[in-house]
């Protein structure tokens, strides 16, 4: 098996007395996308932030690529591509002016960018877009500008804060295609993200975080095998609250609430959605049990106070 | 490896897009100050004792006002422009991204807003040669002692960039410290009219000393204590760099 591009160890951070990051450990192979999901406030942010060498951890260790973080900051960043959670895209500079700016900050002669710059925009379909300024974009196309940005030193390993948060759905398809297409170039990405579908399409594995600890680690499949029964039923209606205490729960694993919704989650469905239909007034959704379910299993259902 | 030169480079290619409404700012506001006070006030005033000279007020006032464009110029950037960099844009963040280090960042700022106080003082010197106020050969030397100035004050301003929270913050450097400092440094009126206890705090401050540097060599002579009046420059640099890049670098950590 070949070394890991980036390992993290035992990282701890605290801001006075909340501690933001608490034993968090993880490895990211060659070729491989790990997803790190989390409530806000988990420590998504802030672990990614120490795997750059931007914030110090309190204890532990990065290393990536056989270098010590933050000792060799420098030689990790040139392997380096980073999208971060907010555009810092320069807005007096054109598309293609924003790729050339940013690849001389790699060292690249003027030379190599010029061969770099027209195909990373084709690639983030922005040619049409190679003499506009980040003013006149999108919000899906200001991102896949700093994607494209984020490639201009043909990195070994992306690191992606949130990369489709507040796109529309045909920008988030997009996105996910071109991230698609990298991860079969052979890149590695470490992808932070709210979104359990993006989760569960792009990333061979996960890692949730809750309150700065790793809650679980495990491809997307394996998790929810091992933490969920196979079904769901989301029942709502009137009388849907009641359910919880009746007879037919019992034909259920477990059961929730959220707001005026019941969730039976069951391995044996039939039995308990013929108890249900004898329920006049209800409605009744059956569907498989997803990476949401587990999320919020796992982080439960309240809002957190800083979302 | 120079890693503050492709931030240099950045800002200096930004630059090149305005780059002439940036130079007819640099050139027309001091100009003003030149015709307004040097004209009109140099007809009441007429001449000037500096030392056992007299000059006339209009070169008097010139040779100072280059210095005070010095400082504006560097000021300027280093306040408003670099914070638009580092705190709105986000530009900094992007580019510690990449190998990149933030103390590079910082370096590139001071030494770009150094050039642009350069370039403004090129611009204004160009000008009074050409309006025949000044023929000095030394001016020659005036003129990289002046960026030396913009370097002095762009360390300083890059101390109020680090601790600035808005914009709005700005301003007290600038009416409590800059305003007053044009006044008291010899920029408009010599130093020696000024109350002892005054005199002797204008003792202190690096606009005095840019003055004292430079007006001499508008005159044709070598500055009294040149030597002296460069190494306080010098010093106000280093120290304020020094507290320039740990305050930055303070802000960032977090």
Request: glycine share 8%; aromatic share 10%; proline share 6%.
């Amino acid at each position: 098996m070949t070394a890991p591009y980036l390992v993290c160890e035992h990282l701890v951070k605290s801001y006075g007395d909340a501690r933001v990051v608490d034993d968090v450990s993880f490895s990211i192979a060659p070729g491989e996308c790990l997803g790190v999901i989390g409530p806000n406030g988990a420590g998504k942010t802030t672990t990614l932030r120490m795997c750059l060498g931007l914030t110090a951890p309190d204890s532990g260790e990065v290393r990536a690529f056989g270098l010590h973080m933050p000792a060799d900051a420098l030689a990790i960043k040139q392997r380096l591509g980073v999208v971060s959670q907010f555009d810092t895209l320069d807005p007096d500079f054109t598309c293609a002016e924003n790729l050339e700016v940013y690849g001389r900050y790699f060292g690249l002669s003027q030379a190599s960018l010029k061969e770099r710059v027209g195909p990373l925009l084709s690639f983030a379909a922005l040619s049409h877009k190679a003499t506009a300024k980040p003013g006149e974009l999108s919000g899906g196309m200001k991102r896949r500008l700093s994607l494209a940005r984020a490639l201009i030193n043909n990195p070994e390993l992306l690191l992606l804060d949130e990369p489709t948060t507040g796109l529309d759905p045909q920008a988030r398809h997009l996105m996910w295609e071109r991230l698609q297409q990298l991860l079969q170039q052979g890149k590695s990405i470490l992808l932070t993200t709210h979104f359990m579908d993006e989760a569960e399409r792009l990333c061979d594995r996960l890692l949730l975080l809750d309150h700065g600890k790793k809650m679980v680690e495990g491809t997307p499949r394996a998790l929810i095998d091992a933490h969920l029964e196979p079904d769901v039923v989301e029942v709502f209606g009137p009388g849907a609250l009641a359910l919880m205490q009746a007879p037919l729960a019992s034909l259920a694993h477990r059961v929730e609430s959220s707001g005026d919704t019941v969730f039976f989650y069951t391995s044996e469905a039939a039995p308990l959605l013929q108890a249900l239909s004898a329920v006049p007034g209800l409605r009744t959704l059956h569907r498989p049990a997803n990476l949401e379910d587990l999320f919020l299993k796992l982080t439960g259902r309240q809002i957190r106070e800083d979302a | 490896m120079m890693r503050w030169w492709p931030v240099f480079l950045r800002n200096l290619r930004v630059w090149r897009k305005l780059a002439i409404p940036s130079l007819v700012g640099n050139i027309a506001e001091p100009l003003m100050w030149l015709v307004a006070f040097g004209y009109g006030l140099g007809a009441l005033v007429g001449e000037v004792s500096l030392g056992e000279d007299k000059v006339p007020y209009l070169l008097f006032l010139a040779s100072g006002s280059v210095c005070m464009s010095a400082m504006n110029a560097a000021t300027f950037e280093a306040l408003y422009s670099a914070f638009s960099r580092m705190h709105v844009q986000k530009t900094w963040d992007g580019i510690m991204n990449a190998p990149i280090r933030l103390s590079d960042i910082v370096l590139a700022e001071m030494l770009w807003a150094a050039f642009k106080s350069l370039l403004a003082v090129t611009a204004i010197l160009a000008v009074m040669l050409g309006l025949g106020i000044s023929h000095s050969p030394k001016l020659l030397l005036a003129w990289p002692l002046l960026w030396g100035v913009g370097i002095t004050f762009s360390c300083l301003a890059l101390i109020f960039n680090a601790l600035a929270k808005g914009y709005d913050f700005f301003t007290y450097y600038f009416t409590l410290f800059l305003t007053p400092m044009t006044f008291l440094s010899g920029v408009f009126f010599p130093r020696e009219q000024l109350p002892p206890l005054v005199y002797g705090l204008s003792e202190l401050l690096p606009l005095t000393h840019a003055v004292e540097l430079i007006r001499p060599l508008f005159m044709d002579h070598w500055p009294e204590h040149g030597l002296w009046h460069a190494g306080v420059l010098l010093a106000y640099a280093v120290v304020a760099y020094r507290i320039a890049l740990a305050l930055t670098l303070k802000r960032f950590k977090q």
